[in-house]
T-cell receptor, first 113, second 112 residues
C-alpha cells in the first residue's frame, strides 16, 4: 500500500535551533506539497513542487523557512532559526500530474520550546 | 481570507443518524471539491470528491451534494457509526491549479 512517509514523527527542540523535516512521496508522484496545521489557522499550504521544481512557496516565511527536493524521492522542509510560533503539525502530501488527489503523510509534530 | 467556509465546527450525532457538514466558496474558478477525513495523529485522507458537472456523488454511506448556483457543497454520512468519529475537512481547487484551499474542519462525534 503506497504511502507518503514523513520523518521524524515528533520533534521537540529549543528556540533558535535548526529543524529539518523529511518527506518521501509516493513513488511516481511528481507533485509534492508542504502544509502546516494549527488549531488557530487550520491547514495552510506552505509550498509545493512539481518535478522537483518549486511552483509556489508564497505561504512560507522566507526569512526562516526553506523547502527543497534534492531528488524525486525526498523533499525537505527546514526552519532556521526556529521560533515557538512554528510549533505545529507539518504535513507532506504528494500527487500525480495535476496534483489531485493529494495523499498525505502522517505529519511531523513540531514543538519549539 | 478564508476561501472555503465550513460549518458546523463540531457535530454530535447518534449512531445510525445522518451527519451533515456544509461548505461554501466564492471563487467560481474552483472545479474540484474533495472531502478529507482525519483521525487523531494521522494525516488527512481523501474520502470522496466531486467536480461541478454533477450535483451528487455517492460512495457507500458518504454522499456529496453540490449546488453550483449557490456555490455550496455538503457531505452527508448516512447510518453514522462510532468509527466515523473524526475531523472532516472540505476543500476546493481551481482549474489547472494544484493547491487545495481547506475549510476549517468539523469535529464529528458519533455516540453509540
Amino acid at each position: 500500500d503506497a504511502r507518503v512517509t514523513q520523518t521524524p514523527r515528533h520533534k521537540v527542540t529549543e528556540m533558535g535551533q535548526e529543524v529539518t523535516m523529511r518527506c518521501q512521496p509516493i513513488l511516481g508522484h511528481n507533485t509534492v506539497f508542504w502544509y502546516r496545521q494549527t488549531m488557530m489557522q487550520g491547514l495552510e499550504l506552505l509550498a509545493y513542487f512539481r518535478n522537483r521544481a518549486p511552483l509556489d512557496d508564497s505561504g512560507m516565511p522566507k526569512d526562516r523557512f526553506s523547502a527543497e527536493m534534492p531528488d524525486a524521492t525526498l523533499a525537505t522542509l527546514k526552519i532556521q532559526p526556529s521560533e515557538p510560533r512554528d510549533s505545529a503539525v507539518y504535513f507532506c502530501a504528494s500527487g500525480l500530474e495535476g496534483g489531485q488527489p493529494q495523499h498525505f503523510g502522517d505529519g511531523t509534530r513540531l514543538s519549539i520550546l | 481570507q478564508q476561501q472555503v467556509k465550513q460549518s458546523p465546527q463540531s457535530l454530535i450525532v447518534q449512531k445510525g443518524g445522518i451527519s451533515i457538514i456544509n461548505c461554501a466558496y466564492e471563487n467560481t474558478a474552483f472545479d474540484y471539491f474533495p472531502w478529507y477525513q482525519q483521525f487523531p495523529g494521522k494525516g488527512p485522507a481523501l474520502l470522496i470528491a466531486i467536480r461541478p458537472d454533477v450535483s451528487e456523488k455517492k460512495e457507500g454511506r458518504f454522499t456529496i451534494s453540490f449546488n453550483k448556483s449557490a456555490k455550496q457543497f455538503s457531505l452527508h454520512i448516512m447510518d453514522s457509526q462510532p468509527g466515523d468519529s473524526a475531523t472532516y475537512f472540505c476543500a476546493a481547487s481551481g482549474t489547472g491549479a494544484n493547491n487545495l484551499f481547506f475549510g476549517t474542519g468539523t469535529r464529528l462525534t458519533v455516540i453509540p
